[in-house]
């Protein structure tokens, strides 16, 4: 198994080994086939010389028969016969009859050819030995060298496992043997030469081995070879470029790899630095604006929080935790719902993201907030995450309401001035008039006030509209407004309360001042007072005419005196 595991890597992990593999089999199939052509041919080629041979030793021994017996000599034949067949080696030489027994060992041609001329011309053979029936008559090959007329050859093998080879040659009844042997068959006979292909075939395992053995030594020296070039050309520079990606990976971008040539994984090197170096560029431009973000998140006096997309806190900055109170870890183990303690609330602006366009007040731990839950979606408008941002209007809100109070304040007495008192009276009168309620105005001024000035100077003077500021405020009653109307003017805005009620306040501010004493001084106040009902008016300042009217009428009567307004 551990032998199988590390084949498979050497195959498929590395393509130095994979290259080699593929080479090294199309160069392994090629010399496997170009020894088998060559040893295909020398076989044939070795079986092809050796059949030339048999049939040369063939043709001899019919020219040899032949010339033997046409000259008369057929002991001698017979004593050629015996001498081939003596020759031994890895041939064995046969002559058969048409019949399929070997001649030359009894008598049976010597006698009938005696018997056809009609007299002993031929001695019998002195050593006759039976004759054996080699060939059946009807073996195929056998009747084919008789009725063709053309040399047979076959091969088969041994008991011994040997293989041979054998030749059937005929032996043509030529005219010149018509006499001694007649001419009812066109052959005589059939030489049959047998050749052992032990050696043949031992030259021929030789020559696979041969064969094998260059083809061996050639893949050898040819993958040696390639894996040699393919290491230095093709191996190496990967190799140096998958260091660089690796290196890359671990986040140094400043390897890059050698341009060498102008071949593919030079030009493969090339693409690999210029996209090193852009990416290098790239990761700077994104480092500075990360900075630059991370500059302004962390140094926004804004509260910042961020969810991904399964609302899991990803980011609190410092201004959140100081703005909530709480640390970063508390903030992300509570969730986005707990960021200002109100789930509820939270949880209806999250559910309305896509209509969330502005931000809302919320009242955090006597802190004013205004909250903005939005969505965070990329360039696809995929949704992406959440963010919150908090920022504390308080102190906007405390500035917003101080500007209002001065705006509506009077700088010097501290109660409200002329432009809130024309507000707010529009806005009591439009009340009234639309519910039918009543509604009291009382007006007064400082009696003698420009004496005030003129004997004790300015400074004095403001301290008594000081002190009847002060006054009002004592004595008002509630819902009761109290402004400077101008200069040593005062006026009271009495919403709901009728003429005689009206009066009654007013007659309680009147003698508070007459008995307060500023700077050892006495200060007398004379106040006119109108309502509605009586007065029939159609917008506030009548109503404020009358009761100016009614004031006067208090100081044409003596001065510190109270005076309604009534019709005629």
Not at 29 to 47: A, C, D, H, M
Request: net charge neutral.
């Amino acid at each position: 198994m551990t032998t199988m595991r590390g084949l498979r890597a050497f195959t498929f992990n590395q393509i130095g080994h994979r290259i080699l593999a593929m080479v090294g089999a199309c160069v392994g199939i090629g010399l496997v086939i170009l020894v088998l052509f060559y040893t295909e041919r020398q076989e044939k080629s070795i079986l092809a010389q050796n059949q030339r041979t048999l049939a040369k030793v063939s043709e001899s021994v019919i020219e040899g028969l032949r010339t033997v017996m046409e000259a008369g000599y057929a002991n001698i034949g017979f004593a050629l016969f015996d001498r081939l067949k003596s020759l031994g080696g890895a041939m064995e030489l046969r002559i058969l009859r048409v019949d399929g027994t070997e001649a030359f060992l009894d008598n049976t041609t010597v006698k009938a050819v005696n018997k056809r001329l009609g007299e002993d011309r031929f001695a019998p053979h002195k050593t006759e030995l039976p004759s054996v029936r080699l060939i059946p008559e009807d073996m195929p090959e056998f009747r084919g060298a008789l009725l063709g007329g053309g040399t047979i050859s076959y091969y088969s093998t041994g008991a011994d496992g040997n293989r041979t080879f054998t030749m059937l040659t005929p032996v043509a009844n030529q005219r010149e043997c018509h006499s001694c042997h007649g001419d009812d068959h066109p052959v005589r006979g059939v030489v049959m030469l047998t050749s052992s292909l032990a050696k043949v075939d031992y030259d021929i395992r030789r020559t696979w081995f041969q064969s094998l053995a260059v083809m061996a030594l050639a893949v050898g020296f040819t993958l040696f070879s390639i894996s040699r070039l393919v290491r230095f050309t093709v191996v190496h520079p990967i190799r140096r470029i998958t260091e660089a990606m690796h290196v890359a990976s671990r986040g140094d971008l400043t390897s890059e790899v050698p341009e060498l040539g102008n071949d593919e994984l030079a030009q493969i090197a090339r693409s690999f630095n210029h996209m090193i170096r852009a990416l290098l560029q790239m990761y700077s431009d994104l480092q500075h604006e990360r900075n630059k973000l991370a500059t302004v998140i962390l140094g926004a006096q804004e509260g910042i929080i961020v969810t991904d997309r399964h609302g899991t806190i990803v980011l609190v900055n410092p201004a959140a935790q100081t703005l909530l109170g709480k640390s970063a870890e508390q903030v992300i183990e509570g969730g986005l719902l707990m960021v200002l303690d109100a789930p509820e609330w939270i949880a209806e602006r999250r559910d309305r993201l896509a209509t969330q366009t502005k931000a809302e007040m919320y009242t955090y731990r006597e802190h004013h907030f205004n909250v903005l839950v939005g969505s965070i979606r990329n360039d696809k408008d995929e949704f992406i995450g959440t963010a919150v941002l908090i920022r504390d209007i308080t102190a906007e809100i405390r500035l917003r309401l101080e500007l209002q109070r001065q705006s509506d304040t009077d700088g010097l007495t501290g109660i409200y001035n002329r432009r809130y008192f024309n507000e707010r009276l529009a806005d009591e009168f439009n009340v009234g008039s639309r519910y039918s309620r009543p509604l009291s105005v009382f007006l007064f001024d400082v009696d003698h006030f420009k004496k005030f000035n003129d004997t004790y100077g300015h400074d004095q003077g403001d301290r008594v509209l000081k002190a009847i500021g002060a006054a009002m405020r004592e004595t008002a009653l509630p819902t009761q407004v109290v402004c400077r109307y101008g200069g040593e003017e005062f006026v009271s805005i009495l919403p709901g309360y009728t003429s005689a009620e009206a009066a009654v306040a007013a007659e309680t501010l009147r003698a508070y001042v007459e008995k307060m004493s500023v700077d050892g001084l006495s200060v007398t106040i004379s106040i006119g007072v109108a309502s509605t009902p009586p007065a029939n008016v159609a917008t506030p300042d009548e109503l404020v005419k009358l009761a100016d009217t009614a004031m006067y009428v208090a100081k044409e009567g003596g001065r510190n005196l109270v005076r309604e307004w009534k019709p005629g």
